[in-house]
Protein backbone atom coordinates (compact mmCIF):
# COMPACT_ATOMS: atom_id res chain seq x y z
CA UNK A 1 0.00 0.00 0.00
CA UNK A 2 1.82 3.30 -0.64
CA UNK A 3 2.12 5.93 1.74
CA UNK A 4 -0.54 7.88 3.42
CA UNK A 5 -0.62 11.45 2.53
CA UNK A 6 -1.89 13.25 6.00
CA UNK A 7 -3.01 16.78 6.31
CA UNK A 8 -2.51 18.38 9.69
CA UNK A 9 -4.87 21.56 9.36
CA UNK A 10 -4.04 23.85 12.69
CA UNK A 11 -3.95 27.87 13.23
CA UNK A 12 -0.04 28.23 12.82
CA UNK A 13 3.08 26.48 14.09
CA UNK A 14 4.06 28.83 16.93
CA UNK A 15 5.29 27.59 20.03
CA UNK A 16 2.38 25.94 22.19
CA UNK A 17 0.71 22.57 23.16
CA UNK A 18 -1.21 21.81 20.31
CA UNK A 19 1.47 22.71 18.22
CA UNK A 20 3.84 20.00 19.80
CA UNK A 21 1.60 17.84 19.17
CA UNK A 22 1.74 18.19 15.58
CA UNK A 23 5.21 18.09 15.65
CA UNK A 24 5.55 15.10 17.54
CA UNK A 25 3.14 13.06 15.56
CA UNK A 26 5.16 14.23 12.48
CA UNK A 27 8.76 13.68 13.31
CA UNK A 28 7.74 10.25 14.98
CA UNK A 29 5.75 8.97 12.11
CA UNK A 30 6.37 5.56 10.23
CA UNK A 31 8.07 7.69 7.20
CA UNK A 32 7.56 4.60 4.88
CA UNK A 33 3.95 4.61 5.69
CA UNK A 34 2.53 8.51 6.30
CA UNK A 35 3.81 11.65 4.80
CA UNK A 36 3.03 14.47 6.64
CA UNK A 37 2.24 17.75 5.77
CA UNK A 38 0.80 21.11 7.04
CA UNK A 39 -1.88 23.89 6.31
CA UNK A 40 -2.04 26.99 8.55
CA UNK A 41 -4.65 28.61 8.11
CA UNK A 42 -2.66 32.16 9.23
CA UNK A 43 -0.06 33.39 7.60
CA UNK A 44 2.47 33.06 10.92
CA UNK A 45 3.81 29.76 10.89
CA UNK A 46 5.88 30.22 13.70
CA UNK A 47 9.33 28.81 14.91
CA UNK A 48 8.31 25.25 14.79
CA UNK A 49 6.84 25.40 11.11
CA UNK A 50 10.16 27.10 10.52
CA UNK A 51 11.59 23.76 11.73
CA UNK A 52 9.80 21.37 10.18
CA UNK A 53 9.53 23.10 6.89
CA UNK A 54 13.87 23.03 6.94
CA UNK A 55 13.63 19.44 7.66
CA UNK A 56 11.96 18.57 4.51
CA UNK A 57 8.02 18.98 5.87
CA UNK A 58 5.43 20.78 3.39
CA UNK A 59 4.38 23.63 5.31
CA UNK A 60 1.51 25.83 3.90
CA UNK A 61 0.58 29.00 4.98
CA UNK A 62 -2.61 31.68 4.53
CA UNK A 63 -3.84 34.72 5.84
CA UNK A 64 -7.58 33.64 7.05
CA UNK A 65 -9.60 36.99 6.44
CA UNK A 66 -12.29 38.05 9.21
CA UNK A 67 -15.34 37.01 9.41
CA UNK A 68 -16.38 33.37 8.15
CA UNK A 69 -13.72 33.20 5.20
CA UNK A 70 -15.38 31.20 2.51
CA UNK A 71 -12.70 31.80 -0.17
CA UNK A 72 -10.25 29.65 2.51
CA UNK A 73 -12.23 26.53 1.65
CA UNK A 74 -11.68 26.72 -1.80
CA UNK A 75 -8.29 27.39 -1.23
CA UNK A 76 -7.81 24.14 1.69
CA UNK A 77 -9.73 22.24 -1.36
CA UNK A 78 -8.09 22.71 -3.67
CA UNK A 79 -4.82 22.06 -1.74
CA UNK A 80 -6.12 18.44 -0.81
CA UNK A 81 -7.16 17.76 -4.68
CA UNK A 82 -3.68 19.14 -5.51
CA UNK A 83 -1.75 17.12 -2.95
CA UNK A 84 -3.88 14.11 -3.07
CA UNK A 85 -4.31 13.97 0.91
CA UNK A 86 -5.94 10.89 1.91
CA UNK A 87 -6.37 12.16 5.38
CA UNK A 88 -7.20 16.07 6.58
CA UNK A 89 -6.77 16.15 10.70
CA UNK A 90 -8.13 19.47 11.53
CA UNK A 91 -6.45 20.45 15.34
CA UNK A 92 -9.12 22.43 17.21
CA UNK A 93 -13.10 23.90 16.19
CA UNK A 94 -11.75 27.01 13.74
CA UNK A 95 -9.59 24.60 11.46
CA UNK A 96 -12.18 21.53 11.82
CA UNK A 97 -14.90 23.50 10.26
CA UNK A 98 -13.01 24.98 7.94
CA UNK A 99 -11.43 21.51 6.66
CA UNK A 100 -14.29 19.28 7.14
CA UNK A 101 -15.76 21.98 4.42
CA UNK A 102 -13.13 22.17 2.32
CA UNK A 103 -12.99 18.01 2.55
CA UNK A 104 -16.29 17.48 0.99
CA UNK A 105 -16.00 16.86 -2.77
CA UNK A 106 -13.13 15.19 -2.03
CA UNK A 107 -11.67 11.59 -1.20
CA UNK A 108 -10.14 12.61 2.08
CA UNK A 109 -10.99 11.59 5.12
CA UNK A 110 -11.42 14.06 7.83
CA UNK A 111 -10.35 13.93 11.44
CA UNK A 112 -11.59 16.52 14.21
CA UNK A 113 -8.98 16.60 17.16
CA UNK A 114 -10.18 18.52 19.94
CA UNK A 115 -6.58 20.08 22.29
CA UNK A 116 -8.27 21.82 25.22
CA UNK A 117 -11.36 24.04 26.40
CA UNK A 118 -12.06 27.52 27.38
CA UNK A 119 -12.29 28.31 30.88
CA UNK A 120 -15.27 28.96 31.58
CA UNK A 121 -16.70 26.93 29.03
CA UNK A 122 -19.50 27.93 26.83
CA UNK A 123 -21.94 26.66 24.28
CA UNK A 124 -24.03 28.66 21.60
CA UNK A 125 -26.83 27.92 19.86
CA UNK A 126 -25.60 28.19 16.19
CA UNK A 127 -22.82 25.65 16.99
CA UNK A 128 -25.04 23.58 19.14
CA UNK A 129 -27.03 22.91 15.41
CA UNK A 130 -24.54 23.15 13.04
CA UNK A 131 -21.90 20.74 14.69
CA UNK A 132 -24.04 17.47 14.96
CA UNK A 133 -24.39 18.41 11.03
CA UNK A 134 -20.63 18.79 10.38
CA UNK A 135 -20.08 16.12 12.64
CA UNK A 136 -21.55 13.70 10.02
CA UNK A 137 -18.94 14.75 7.40
CA UNK A 138 -16.38 14.24 10.07
CA UNK A 139 -15.01 10.55 9.74
CA UNK A 140 -13.45 10.59 13.51
CA UNK A 141 -13.27 12.87 16.23
CA UNK A 142 -10.71 12.52 18.72
CA UNK A 143 -10.08 14.38 22.31
CA UNK A 144 -7.11 14.71 24.82
CA UNK A 145 -8.79 14.21 27.63
CA UNK A 146 -11.90 12.39 29.13
CA UNK A 147 -12.47 15.77 30.36
CA UNK A 148 -12.27 17.15 27.03
CA UNK A 149 -14.36 14.79 25.26
CA UNK A 150 -17.43 15.36 27.58
CA UNK A 151 -17.06 19.26 27.08
CA UNK A 152 -17.51 18.07 23.23
CA UNK A 153 -20.41 16.56 23.84
CA UNK A 154 -21.81 19.05 26.80
CA UNK A 155 -20.91 22.56 25.23
CA UNK A 156 -20.36 21.37 21.10
CA UNK A 157 -23.71 18.64 21.00
CA UNK A 158 -21.32 16.01 19.85
CA UNK A 159 -21.89 12.21 20.30
CA UNK A 160 -20.35 11.06 23.10
CA UNK A 161 -19.69 7.47 21.73
CA UNK A 162 -18.16 8.72 18.69
CA UNK A 163 -15.24 10.63 20.92
CA UNK A 164 -12.40 9.21 21.14
CA UNK A 165 -9.30 9.57 23.74
CA UNK A 166 -6.17 9.94 22.59
CA UNK A 167 -3.81 11.38 25.69
CA UNK A 168 -1.05 13.59 24.64
CA UNK A 169 2.25 12.25 24.93
CA UNK A 170 5.96 13.47 24.78
CA UNK A 171 9.59 11.71 24.72
CA UNK A 172 10.99 11.62 27.88
CA UNK A 173 13.45 13.76 29.07
CA UNK A 174 16.94 13.79 28.87
CA UNK A 175 19.41 15.79 31.54
CA UNK A 176 22.96 16.14 32.45
CA UNK A 177 23.07 16.40 36.44
CA UNK A 178 26.05 18.77 35.99
CA UNK A 179 24.07 21.46 34.43
CA UNK A 180 21.63 20.86 36.88
CA UNK A 181 23.68 21.73 39.64
CA UNK A 182 25.13 24.53 37.37
CA UNK A 183 21.52 26.01 37.08
CA UNK A 184 20.77 25.25 41.05
CA UNK A 185 24.02 27.13 41.75
CA UNK A 186 23.08 29.91 39.56
CA UNK A 187 19.46 30.85 40.67
CA UNK A 188 21.02 30.58 44.26
CA UNK A 189 18.80 27.72 45.57
CA UNK A 190 20.73 25.38 47.98
CA UNK A 191 20.48 21.94 48.43
CA UNK A 192 18.51 21.95 51.38
CA UNK A 193 15.78 24.18 50.12
CA UNK A 194 12.72 22.59 49.00
CA UNK A 195 11.88 23.49 45.33
CA UNK A 196 8.72 23.81 44.16
CA UNK A 197 8.20 24.76 40.41
CA UNK A 198 5.67 25.18 37.86
CA UNK A 199 6.76 25.88 33.56
CA UNK A 200 3.90 27.69 31.94
CA UNK A 201 3.03 31.09 30.55
CA UNK A 202 2.26 33.71 32.67
CA UNK A 203 -1.53 33.76 32.10
CA UNK A 204 -4.86 34.41 34.29
CA UNK A 205 -6.04 31.10 33.35
CA UNK A 206 -3.06 29.34 34.54
CA UNK A 207 -4.06 30.87 38.26
CA UNK A 208 -0.34 32.09 39.32
CA UNK A 209 -2.13 34.06 41.90
CA UNK A 210 -3.66 31.15 43.99
CA UNK A 211 -0.45 29.63 43.53
CA UNK A 212 1.13 32.64 45.55
CA UNK A 213 -1.06 32.77 47.69
CA UNK A 214 -0.92 29.21 48.54
CA UNK A 215 2.97 29.56 48.65
CA UNK A 216 2.97 32.21 50.98
CA UNK A 217 0.99 30.01 53.41
CA UNK A 218 3.79 27.15 53.11
CA UNK A 219 6.48 30.01 53.70
CA UNK A 220 4.89 31.57 56.83
CA UNK A 221 4.51 27.52 58.08
CA UNK A 222 8.23 28.29 58.47
CA UNK A 223 9.29 25.27 55.79
CA UNK A 224 12.72 26.30 53.93
CA UNK A 225 11.44 26.66 50.55
CA UNK A 226 11.86 28.16 47.19
CA UNK A 227 9.09 28.74 43.79
CA UNK A 228 10.59 28.52 40.69
CA UNK A 229 8.32 30.16 37.92
CA UNK A 230 9.64 29.40 34.57
CA UNK A 231 7.63 31.00 31.79
CA UNK A 232 6.82 34.39 30.43
CA UNK A 233 3.38 36.40 29.27
CA UNK A 234 1.07 39.25 29.52
CA UNK A 235 0.39 38.42 33.22
CA UNK A 236 4.37 38.93 34.37
CA UNK A 237 3.65 42.56 36.00
CA UNK A 238 0.71 41.75 37.77
CA UNK A 239 2.69 38.68 38.99
CA UNK A 240 5.71 40.48 40.00
CA UNK A 241 3.34 43.32 42.03
CA UNK A 242 2.04 40.28 43.50
CA UNK A 243 4.97 38.38 45.04
CA UNK A 244 6.16 42.27 46.39
CA UNK A 245 2.61 42.68 48.01
CA UNK A 246 2.81 39.02 49.73
CA UNK A 247 6.43 39.89 50.74
CA UNK A 248 7.53 36.47 49.08
CA UNK A 249 10.50 38.15 46.93
CA UNK A 250 13.34 36.35 48.91
CA UNK A 251 11.63 33.03 47.92
CA UNK A 252 10.30 33.18 44.68
CA UNK A 253 12.71 32.68 41.12
CA UNK A 254 10.99 34.00 37.96
CA UNK A 255 13.27 32.96 34.72
CA UNK A 256 11.25 34.22 31.97
CA UNK A 257 10.44 31.81 29.04
CA UNK A 258 12.73 29.25 28.61
CA UNK A 259 12.97 27.42 25.13
CA UNK A 260 14.32 24.17 26.95
CA UNK A 261 13.57 24.52 30.74
CA UNK A 262 14.46 20.28 31.15
CA UNK A 263 17.45 21.42 33.89
CA UNK A 264 14.76 23.66 35.36
CA UNK A 265 11.50 20.80 35.52
CA UNK A 266 15.34 18.58 37.17
CA UNK A 267 15.89 20.71 40.05
CA UNK A 268 12.09 21.07 41.00
CA UNK A 269 11.19 18.57 43.93
CA UNK A 270 7.64 18.96 43.42
CA UNK A 271 6.00 20.34 40.29
CA UNK A 272 2.74 22.84 40.55
CA UNK A 273 0.11 23.01 38.44
CA UNK A 274 -2.36 25.30 39.28
CA UNK A 275 -4.57 26.34 36.25
CA UNK A 276 -8.53 27.25 35.80
CA UNK A 277 -8.52 24.94 33.18
CA UNK A 278 -6.00 22.27 31.47
CA UNK A 279 -6.23 19.85 28.57
CA UNK A 280 -3.52 17.59 28.58
CA UNK A 281 -0.67 19.43 30.13
CA UNK A 282 2.71 18.98 28.07
CA UNK A 283 5.52 20.46 31.07
CA UNK A 284 3.12 18.43 33.67
CA UNK A 285 3.89 15.28 31.36
CA UNK A 286 7.42 15.94 31.11
CA UNK A 287 7.50 16.65 35.08
CA UNK A 288 6.73 13.45 35.53
CA UNK A 289 9.05 11.91 32.80
CA UNK A 290 11.81 13.61 35.58
CA UNK A 291 9.85 11.32 38.20
CA UNK A 292 8.80 15.10 39.92
CA UNK A 293 5.65 14.22 42.31
CA UNK A 294 2.89 16.62 40.91
CA UNK A 295 0.38 19.34 42.90
CA UNK A 296 -2.40 19.85 40.29
CA UNK A 297 -6.11 21.18 40.55
CA UNK A 298 -9.01 19.17 39.35
CA UNK A 299 -9.35 20.85 36.15
CA UNK A 300 -10.01 19.24 32.97
CA UNK A 301 -7.55 16.71 32.28
CA UNK A 302 -5.55 16.77 35.52
CA UNK A 303 -6.86 14.27 37.60
CA UNK A 304 -6.80 11.86 34.79
CA UNK A 305 -2.93 11.94 34.62
CA UNK A 306 -2.06 12.80 38.06
CA UNK A 307 -3.80 9.75 40.64
CA UNK A 308 -4.58 11.51 43.75
CA UNK A 309 -2.26 10.31 46.87
CA UNK A 310 -0.36 7.97 43.67
CA UNK A 311 1.90 10.06 41.77
CA UNK A 312 0.65 13.67 43.40
CA UNK A 313 -1.70 15.35 45.08
CA UNK A 314 -4.86 16.85 43.47
CA UNK A 315 -6.90 19.34 45.22
CA UNK A 316 -10.22 21.64 44.59
CA UNK A 317 -10.18 24.38 41.66
CA UNK A 318 -8.92 27.68 43.01
CA UNK A 319 -8.45 26.71 46.76
CA UNK A 320 -5.25 28.61 48.00
CA UNK A 321 -5.72 26.80 51.49
CA UNK A 322 -5.78 23.13 50.19
CA UNK A 323 -3.07 23.69 47.50
CA UNK A 324 -0.88 24.97 50.41
CA UNK A 325 -1.85 22.16 52.22
CA UNK A 326 -0.56 19.72 49.27
CA UNK A 327 2.46 21.86 49.09
CA UNK A 328 3.28 20.65 52.63
CA UNK A 329 1.85 17.03 52.82
CA UNK A 330 4.80 16.54 49.89
CA UNK A 331 7.43 18.27 51.62
CA UNK A 332 8.45 15.09 53.25
CA UNK A 333 11.39 13.50 51.26
CA UNK A 334 10.78 9.54 51.71
CA UNK A 335 6.95 10.87 50.22
CA UNK A 336 8.47 12.82 47.32
CA UNK A 337 10.42 9.72 45.99
CA UNK A 338 7.59 7.40 46.43
CA UNK A 339 5.80 9.41 44.08
CA UNK A 340 7.56 10.75 41.68
CA UNK A 341 9.07 6.65 40.71
CA UNK A 342 5.26 6.39 40.81
CA UNK A 343 4.73 10.04 38.24
CA UNK A 344 7.62 8.54 36.17
CA UNK A 345 6.09 4.93 35.99
CA UNK A 346 2.32 6.26 34.97
CA UNK A 347 4.30 8.53 32.16
CA UNK A 348 5.87 5.05 30.61
CA UNK A 349 2.66 3.14 31.24
CA UNK A 350 0.15 5.78 29.20
CA UNK A 351 1.85 9.38 28.44
CA UNK A 352 4.96 8.09 26.23
CA UNK A 353 5.52 9.73 22.97
CA UNK A 354 5.37 6.22 21.47
CA UNK A 355 1.69 5.62 23.20
CA UNK A 356 0.25 8.47 21.19
CA UNK A 357 2.02 8.31 17.71
CA UNK A 358 0.80 4.35 17.89
CA UNK A 359 -3.12 5.64 18.83
CA UNK A 360 -2.80 8.27 16.14
CA UNK A 361 -1.17 5.84 13.13
CA UNK A 362 -3.62 3.27 14.43
CA UNK A 363 -6.72 5.53 13.63
CA UNK A 364 -5.09 6.88 9.80
CA UNK A 365 -4.81 3.11 8.96
CA UNK A 366 -8.24 1.95 9.99
CA UNK A 367 -9.69 5.40 8.28
CA UNK A 368 -7.52 4.72 4.88
CA UNK A 369 -8.90 0.45 5.42
CA UNK A 370 -12.77 2.24 4.85
CA UNK A 371 -12.00 4.50 2.31
CA UNK A 372 -13.58 5.10 -0.59
CA UNK A 373 -11.93 3.28 -3.67
Not at 47 to 73: C, K
Not at 90 to 116: D, M, R, S
Request: charged share 20%; glycine share 6%.
Amino acid sequence: MPALKILHITYDMRIGGTEMVIKNIIEGADKQRFVMSIFCIEETIGPWGVELHEAGVNVTSTQRQSGFDVGLISKIRKHIKQQHIDIVQCHQYTPWVYGVLAALGTNAKVIFTEHGRFYPDFSTWKRKLINPLLGVMTHSITAISAATKQALADFENLPLKRIQVIYNGIAELVVDPSKTNTLRADLGIDQACLCFGTVARLDPIKNHKMMLHAFKQVVDRGLPCKLLIVGDGDERQAIEQQITDLKLSDHVIMTGYESKPQHHLDLMDVYLLSSFSEGTSMTLLEAMSLAKPCVVTHAGGNPEIVEDNINGLVTPNDDAKAFANAMLDLSDKALIKTMGNAARQRFNEHFSLHHMIEAYQALYLNLAATRRP
